[in-house]
């Protein structure tokens, strides 16, 4: 079972070099993606495209295409990253490049530039725009011939923190709380106590994003979610909130100690690696906070894959109540909306 290190010299060799690492993937990443057919603007954003990054950091790149379906040219662009990321785990290290479900249709693209803000604000009900305009934020644009790319990040930097648009990203946010808290009940009534907390935490991420948005910020970061999260709250003299939402989805820190027997070899390797990551990248984390987001992170991708996936590691401990869960979060967005 993994075990933090005893010392800060005992960092993993593997993330040697990191930074010159993430470079160069990400180069090799737009030169493959670039060639797909009907391609036209490629933007690097996520926290690599702002200058964000961790040793562990995924590419994420906003595709924009022309004279093809987004479906097609989206479908191309998921497989050619799914290679890229599976021949980079031969190093040890895997970097995952999210891509595909941020593609856009060039046309779109040149006239949500052009719309006026009440556009813009109707554009965050579709959950690729949701996600598109704050991962492309603060990025830049890396392949670019007709300039689109450009386009896209000129109008993300207008539009990401217009009150319009954060007042419908916020709601869009709470929707995405109700529906989840509606999946964790469906999931009860068919017997699956796993998937129901797995919909729990994500009404609690819902949430988490309302309060982020809140505070003018942007959230992100697969696999060290709350504990940024907690972090934020703090900074903004509103802990009480962060305190409530994992008390409500069962996912506060000290729940964490240890790494669950259950949990597979490849994810006791990831939590080590990602805590010398952690660590390397200057960030003040517990190995309990890095037990926690790890698991949970994986926890959802996992059963996004594997939907009748069932594993005990996946959800909290015997005996945790979900219905109880399920009436905290209910409180709690209420408690958020009566705040706006």
Not at 189 to 197: E, K, R
Request: hydrophobic share 40%.
């Amino acid at each position: 079972m993994w075990q933090p290190p005893e010392s800060s010299t005992d960092l993993d060799p593997r993330l040697r070099d990191w930074e010159n690492r993430l470079t160069r993937r990400a180069e090799e990443a737009v030169e493959a993606l670039a060639a797909v057919p009907g391609i036209t603007g490629l933007v690097v954003g996520g926290s690599l495209g702002r200058g964000q990054h961790w040793p562990l950091s995924d590419i994420d790149i906003m595709v924009v295409c022309s004279g093809r379906s987004v479906e097609e040219t989206a479908a191309e662009v998921d497989l050619r990253a799914y290679q890229l990321s599976e021949m980079w785990g031969v190093s040890g290290i895997y970097t995952g490049v999210d891509a595909g479900r941020l593609t856009f249709d060039e046309a779109d693209v040149l006239s949500a530039a052009s719309e006026g803000r009440t556009a813009v604000r109707e554009r965050m009900s579709d959950p690729r725009w949701l996600h598109g305009v704050d991962k492309i934020y603060g990025g830049f644009a890396r392949h670019d011939p007709r300039g689109v790319a450009q386009v896209f990040l000129d109008w993300s930097s207008r539009s990401r923190f217009e009150p319009g648009v954060v007042d419908a990203r916020i709601a869009a946010w709470f929707g995405q709380a109700r529906q989840a808290v509606t999946q964790a009940e469906r999931a009860l009534v068919t017997d699956d106590p796993t998937g129901a907390w797995i919909s729990i935490r994500r009404a609690g991420t819902a949430l988490a994003e309302v309060a982020t948005e809140r505070w003018g910020q942007r959230a992100g970061s697969f696999g060290r979610y709350w504990t940024l999260f907690e972090a934020r709250a703090k900074q903004h003299g509103d802990p009480a909130v962060a305190e409530s939402i994992l008390r409500a989805v069962h996912a506060e820190a000290d729940v964490f100690s240890v790494v669950p027997h259950s949990t597979p070899e490849w994810l006791e390797d990831r939590i080590a690696l990602s805590y010398s990551a952690r660590r390397l990248a200057g960030e003040d984390v517990t190995p309990a906070q890095n037990v926690r987001d790890n698991l949970l992170a994986f926890a959802s991708l996992y059963r996004g894959r594997f939907p009748s996936a069932r594993q005990t590691w996946m959800g909290p401990e015997a005996g945790v109540d979900p219905r109880a869960s399920i009436r905290q979060l209910s409180a709690l967005t209420d408690d958020l909306r009566d705040l706006a």
